[in-house]
């Protein structure tokens, strides 16, 4: 089956005469358990749900794949309370003191913050380098866990995570890609090498701003088995509400990325053409440095686009003239949202630096807009 079909039926549960296309959420703590425990599937809420599995079924499939040799596999996704509790999960999990991490020091703050202030200060050593032109390859002689963002976000740069996996392991390190921006279905880190793929599928993969939710997707068992005992250990619990809206989300990903992805390649394109903008940062555009590896190693190239005006007041007049770009955070939603990203402070960006995330709005719509709102930009 092609992969819409596959993420369409992987949300339904299986057909029974008179039952629902789809099973409800499973509302429990504790379950019945007589006799030995271990022969009971669900035992207590911290530590599985059935809403659970069948969300972290439809995520293992779509993060399922081929390896560069050729080589078919089966992941294994365990989905988490937040993206920050599923990053958190792959950090403590593997890091110890004495440990290097190298990491892009462009990559989303507060991961980068959660390694400065709580890894490091315990003897985490942290190298950083740039995203672009796979400079963290230099860096990983000795370490233990390369982490990846390609996109980078918000400056979506790109690296070769084929080529950095295989560097990485050659060291000796594990691999760790946030995949948040693009989403299993538009780029499988595990296929291109990595050993986690983490994303917050609070953005495109659920798509409608509403829900708050990570996952954990890896190949080898034995990890996966480290990741769900942090899980357990530490409570990072998705509620069973939020599994099953996430799994009823996740049908239309589909049809929602497609769009949202067509409509951010035609406003990349069409802000290349105004004069109020300095750059426009995508991986879909032909002159972005990045665009030959994204289109070896990504199926789709994303939502979100960044662009520079002027300064903070060229970036501010832009965002208020528009009338259909919602100011808000956050981003993958089917709802266009953009902001000016140096307000937040964390990143090395110019004050009229805008972070756009594409939603599923007429494209025709959308170009007017932007465009009037750029025709007011002092």
Known sequence: ?????KIIRSTLSHTVPGEPLSAGPVFAAPYHTPGDSSDTPYTYARSHNPTWTALENAIGQMESGQLPSGESYTASALVF?????ACAAVFGTILRPGDVVVLPSNAYYTARNLLQEHFAPIGVTLRMSPTAGNAQAELLEGARLLW???PSNPGMEICDIALLSEAAHRAGALVAVDNTTPTPLGQLPLA???DFSVASD????????????????????E?????DQWRTLTGAALGPMEAWLALRSIATLPLRLERSCENAQRIAELLTTRKEVISVLYAGLPSHPGHEIAKKQMRYFGPVLSFVLRDKTAAETFLS????????TSFGGVTTTAERRAKWGGDVIPDGFIRMSAGCEAIEDLIEDIAQALDVVP
């Open 202 to 221: 609070s953005k495109s993969m659920t798509g409608h701003s509403d829900l708050l939710l990570g996952h954990v997707a890896v190949r080898d068992l």
């Open 321 to 328: 003239k528009s009338m259909l770009l919602t100011d808000a």
């Open 148 to 150: 990846i963002e390609s």
């Open 81 to 85: 309370a937040s993206g920050m509790a």
């Open 223 to 227: 990890l996966r088995a480290k990741i």
């Open 1 to 5: 089956m092609r992969d819409a079909t």
């Open 192 to 194: 291109l090498g990595a």
